[in-house]
């Protein structure tokens, strides 16, 4: 190469304006390392992960919450039979036939059926 | 590289090896330590911090009646207890806790003294007072749940349930003997808890050792039990006599509908009332059972063929002299029939129908019926009696036996000897424990039925049957037994007792009784009245059979017995015909029940028109008629199947269908 034809080739690679040389016959346009189709798998792997650690964390925190409301409900169930046991008492105490025939005979002048009223259908 | 260097490095990798060693040993013999050696430690102290455990109080098992009524029930309630050490002003505390609890003051200051880390204030309050003492939020006062025991009915049926203590155990009665079944173990759950100590995972309860709760159904019927102890106390309290027993049982099957015991007790509070009122005296007291014993003589005697009901006997004139001493009737009797000898008690008949028969004889019969012997019944302390040998009965002691003196029984042999004429001979096991089951309500055990043995034919039970009603009628000694609309057939009983001092015979202290079973014709009750030392007149016909009778008609209603129509008209209608007997020259007694011929006599005829009668007239009609009536529709008859006119004769029950007017 003369040196004039050096001299055009490093003028042409100057900016006209700046005059700074640019030479852009190096550059490459950068390619991404990875295809497509492994960048979904590895979203997707992303996800599945986040996903299973999310489903764990609320797994953990639904059976916590589970775990109170299921204490509070035994609680409950307790205090219902106890309850219900104490009620079975206080109709037992009531139907007793030793308050009832004096009310019966004493508030509702109720009498014990003769033998003639007493008509037994089959 | 000199060797003098290499030889240092080589030290130097030594060194730092070990020191790498060590370090990894202290781990790991720090790691041996905490999760092995200090393992149970260590977990105990971490649990601690995220476990609690709730203790569950033992549970006892609830016990029903036949119709499945609470007889016996366990709840939880509140027991107030300190920590002496942790309370400041003890006297002020005491105060407090006094006003509530209705203590005195000073006893529960008492117990806030005392050096000990626990003490009980008061134990098993009722749920108001709980509340109330823990609304006062007083340091060192807590209150935990414990069981309790309650009886709804009170006074009924006490004798046979008994009572469970303070610490759930069974002390008397069934409480005691099925105590293994009604007590379950204490339960522990488990739970995790968070920092502010509020449970978040329950763990499945741990199984207990040994099985849970059972629970009892009784044979006892509450509401005849009521009646028996209601009526048995009004009477003793009447005759100002010492106790009393009535027993009723089914003879069909052996189930004691009601065991009622007077003195009468209060469960709830047992401890208040004297230890010798908890007993069931109608199994572990026994007495002379006097005249009723001439039922089974006579049941004995036409068994083994040695007197019909006709046979007759001279009596005496009321005056008999036997092995030394005078034998006495209450009225001077000349010639009765066997019949007669038991329906008018006499003693001297009874001496000679004995006489015939033999002791030995009778002895083996007394042990057929169940005298002397257990009855095997699910009650405790049960005794057997006493009958006297041959080779030790004296001729005196032996003509005693006749008219039930010189042995001795319970109240549920004489029941259940008497149920076995009722059942046409056939003695059955007496039990009052129907049905355990478990918590879940799976059957675990059933008692049913059961057969001892058969003691006398089914024919001589009938007839004995027949001849009993004599005895609640007009010329009997129980008139006031009979009980409108239903035959009765029982058999008085005044037995003299022996008095503890002169051991002799006492003049003032007898034991009237009253055994006898209704509806004759198909016996559903057996019932047994005893009156113990009634004050007065103590005739067993005038103390104890107004009690059968009430018993009587109320657990016949209660069972809803359709009272018999012939039965109806003239009150001892159908009791033996036996008008024309008076106390000297008695004539025989007609031994076939009524029943059937007066309920023949009603349905002579034909059958009426219904048509526009209302119900009440129709079932009221119906019965009279002795006719079994199905009624259909509502409103006025409208049609009848069969049809007016038809012979009574062949007709048994009649359909009716009803419409409402207008339509």
């Known amino acids: ?122 | 590289m000199k060797v003098e260097e290499k030889k240092w490095i080589r030290i130097r990798v030594y060194v730092v090896a070990l020191f790498f060693m060590l370090g990894l040993g202290t781990i790991l013999a720090r790691a041996y330590q905490l999760q092995v050696v200090e393992d149970d430690y260590l977990k105990g102290i971490a649990d601690k911090g995220i476990f609690a455990t709730i203790t569950l109080p033992p549970d006892r098992g609830f016990v029903y009646d036949r119709e499945g009524n609470e007889l016996a029930v366990s709840i939880q309630v509140g027991s107030v207890f300190a920590h002496p050490s942790q309370i400041q002003e003890k006297p002020k505390t005491a105060v407090k806790l006094s006003k509530i609890l209705q203590e005195p003051t000073d006893s529960i200051l008492q117990k806030l003294r005392r050096k000990r880390s626990f003490v009980w204030i008061k134990r098993r309050i009722s749920p108001a007072v709980t509340a109330e003492v823990s609304r006062l939020n007083l340091i060192g006062v807590g209150i935990t749940t414990e069981s309790r025991r309650y009886y709804p009915e009170r006074e009924i049926a006490a004798h046979l349930m008994g009572f469970s203590g303070t610490d759930n155990q069974g002390l008397e009665g069934l409480e005691r003997k099925y105590d293994r079944y009604l007590t379950g173990a204490q339960h522990k759950l488990v739970c995790m808890e968070d920092a502010f100590g509020r449970p978040f995972a329950i763990n499945k309860p741990t199984p207990p050792e040994k099985a849970g709760v059972h629970h009892l159904t009784l044979t006892i019927d509450k509401e005849i039990q009521y009646k028996a102890q209601q009526a048995l106390h009004s009477a003793v309290t009447q005759t100002k006599a010492k106790g009393g027993h009535c027993v009723v049982v089914d003879p069909k099957t052996g189930e004691i509908l009601a065991m009622a015991v007077v003195p009468q007790f209060n469960p709830n509070i047992f401890s208040k009332f004297r230890p010798d009122t908890w007993r069931n005296r109608a199994v572990t007291d026994c007495f002379e059972p006097g005249s009723t014993m001439k039922a089974f003589l006579l049941s004995a005697a036409l068994e083994e063929g040695v007197v019909s009901p006709l046979t007759e006997f001279f009596c005496e004139e009321g005056k008999f002299k036997v092995g030394g001493r005078v034998v006495h009737d209450t009225h001077e009797y000349e010639t009765l029939t066997v019949a007669d000898i038991v329906v008018r008690s006499s003693n001297i008949g009874a001496i000679k129908i004995g006489q015939k028969l033999g002791y030995e004889r009778f002895c083996r019969y007394l042990k057929k019926f169940g005298f002397s012997e257990k009855t095997g019944v699910d009650l405790l302390g049960e005794r057997a009696g006493f009958i006297r040998t041959t080779k030790h009965a004296r001729t005196i002691d032996q003509a005693n036996l006749y008219f039930g003196q010189g042995m001795s029984t319970t109240s549920l042999q004489l029941v259940m000897a008497m149920a076995a004429i009722a059942n046409g001979g056939q003695l059955m096991r007496p039990y009052v424990v129907k049905e355990i089951v478990d918590d879940a309500g799976h059957q675990v055990e059933e008692t049913t039925p059961q057969v001892v043995r058969r003691v006398i034919s089914f024919k001589t039970a009938k007839t004995v049957a027949s001849i009993l009603t004599g005895v609640v009628g007009e010329e009997g000694t129980a008139p006031k037994a009979a009980i409108k609309g239903f035959g009765v057939a029982g058999k008085t009983g005044t037995a003299q007792k022996i008095d503890p001092r002169t051991k002799a015979y006492s003049k003032r202290k007898y034991v009237a009784t009253f055994v006898g079973f209704t509806p004759v014709e198909d016996p559903k009750l057996v019932i047994l009245v005893v009156i113990d030392e009634p004050e007065g007149i103590a005739y067993g016909g005038l103390v104890a059979a107004p009690v059968f009778q009430k018993v009587g008609s109320w657990a016949l209603n209660h069972l809803r017995a359709a009272p018999r129509p012939g039965l109806l008209a003239g009150g001892d209608a159908g009791q033996v015909d036996q008008a024309s007997v008076s106390p000297k020259s008695a004539q025989p007694i007609a031994v076939a029940p009524q029943v059937k011929r007066i309920a023949q006599e009603l349905r002579q005829g034909v059958l009426p028109d219904f048509t526009r009668m209302g119900m009440r007239q129709v079932l009221k009609k119906g019965r009279d008629l002795g006719l079994k009536v199905c009624l259909k529709g509502s409103g006025l008859a409208v049609a009848q199947q069969p049809e007016p006119g038809c012979s009574l004769s062949q007709v048994d029950s009649v359909e009716i269908h009803f419409k409402p007017p207008g339509r």
């Open chain 1, 1 to 122: 190469m003369t040196r004039p034809e050096k001299v055009n080739r490093m003028k042409g690679s100057r900016n006209a304006h700046t005059g700074i040389r640019i030479t852009n016959t190096r550059s490459k346009r950068r390619k991404l390392p990875l295809t497509p189709r492994q960048v979904v798998l590895i979203l997707l792997m992303l996800f599945s992960f986040m996903g299973s650690g999310i489903g764990y964390v609320w797994s953990n925190f639904e059976t916590t919450q589970i775990g109170y409301d299921l204490s509070q409900l035994k609680q409950e169930e307790m205090r219902l039979k106890e309850i219900n046991r104490k009620l079975r008492l206080e109709l037992a105490t009531l139907k007793s036939p030793k308050r009832l025939e004096p009310l019966a005979v004493q508030r509702f002048d109720l009498v014990q059926p003769k033998a003639e009223q007493i008509i037994v259908l089959p």
